[in-house]
């Protein structure tokens, strides 16, 4: 049975396109409808700007635009984006939601996989990533590449977008009780605080002892369009435990680390990522994430699909330690079940993985 509050459905995203609450220079790719989100295109011009900024309530993006970009490259036959830098892109889709829905956005799997920083901005926003109920507008993705140096181009697909109505999120008592019944994550006793459900690193490594990847610096572009298209060793050095469970993190290095517990998510749920709390040590899952229903879930192919995180120091040098937690999951109830779950024919990349660098990497 659907419900008045919750997270939307592949079903109801496409009837947002044809009731013309969420329109696009072009029609929509094949696969660009998810379970429980939208991915969003860049459009054919990226700006490089001096600094990232927030439009404030009283300003349009475009207007910021103006004043502050350097110069405007045409993304049409793909461009390069220089790590260190900031961009605006335009995106193709546009919004014009109901006064009761809102969205958020977040990096798609893959591009927080490549270390690349992506946030949402709408015109007069006071937050990134976050679209207020009603909001009638364009997109702007804020792109800067920390890591690799990227090629995108027109139709590239960096970052992705939820909708909601009303309030979604699972409180405490309903996470324990769903955990409970479905077992959202694979722990005897699951550390459920702040309203999420804990996930903690691990640095026992596999069966050769690898335990995650450190980025290399100063590399070849890396195509964001491309699957299985660079050597991992060429952008990428393996970490092994050597007998220790234990990895000092470096700062300002990026780091692929991998949950010690399985995640799963049913069906009639989504969940998100959040950073962890900076105040239990020097170091944070980089990027936030959304999880689609079906992620994890045995009947869609998932069972024992782990957590891959994206982690980074700050200032100073810190210890991580094998089983210490590194970020928490939140659930959301959807509207209705997805007509397809992730995994399920869909070509998800990350359907019963473990340790994974992103998809443009072969081994």
């Not at 181009?153 to 309903?174: D, K, M």
Request: with cysteine; aromatic share 8%.
């Amino acid at each position: 049975m659907a419900r008045n509050t919750g997270i939307l459905a592949d079903r109801a995203i496409a009837a947002l396109f044809e009731a013309g609450r969420l329109t696009s220079e072009r029609d929509l790719d094949d696969d660009q409808i998810q379970p429980a989100s939208l991915d969003l295109r860049l459009g054919a011009h990226a700006f490089r700007v001096r600094a990232s900024f927030m439009p404030g309530p009283s300003h349009l993006v475009a207007d910021k635009l103006d004043r502050l970009k350097l110069h405007v490259i045409d993304l049409s036959e793909g461009a390069v984006l220089e790590t260190g830098c900031v961009y605006i892109v335009p995106l193709m889709e546009r919004l014009d939601l109901p006064a009761d829905m809102s969205a958020s956005a977040n990096p798609k799997s893959s591009t927080g996989r490549l270390d690349i920083f992506t946030r949402v901005i709408t015109d007069r926003a006071q937050e990134f990533d976050k679209i207020p109920a009603g909001y009638s507008g364009p997109l702007y993705l804020e792109i800067s590449p920390r890591t690799f140096p990227i090629v995108v181009r027109r139709g590239s697909r960096l970052s992705q977008i939820r909708f909601r109505v009303g309030q979604a999120l699972l409180n405490e008592p309903e996470l324990m009780a769903l955990h409970a019944s479905e077992t959202l994550v694979a722990s005897k006793q699951p550390n459920v605080n702040g309203g999420g459900i804990a996930l903690s690193i691990d640095l026992a490594g596999d069966k050769e002892g690898l335990i995650g990847y450190r980025g290399k610096h100063h590399t070849a572009v890396v195509d964001v369009d491309k699957k299985a298209q660079h050597d991992i060793y060429d952008f990428w050095e393996p970490l092994y435990s050597r007998g220790r469970t234990e990895l000092i993190l470096d700062p300002d290095e990026f780091y692929i680390l991998v949950s010690r517990e399985a995640v799963h998510v049913p069906p009639h749920y989504a969940a998100e990522m959040t950073p962890f709390d900076p105040l239990v040590g020097e170091f944070r899952v980089h990027y936030a994430g959304f999880f689609d229903p079906g992620f994890g879930h045995a009947p869609a192919g998932g069972r024992g699909s782990r957590a891959v995180l994206e982690v980074r120091s700050h200032e100073v040098p810190f210890i991580l330690e094998d089983g210490q937690i590194v970020g928490r999951l939140v659930y959301e109830h959807m509207l209705e079940q997805p007509t397809s779950l992730y995994g399920s024919g869909l070509g998800s990349n990350y359907q019963a993985q473990g340790l994974k660098l992103s998809k443009h990497f072969r081994l």
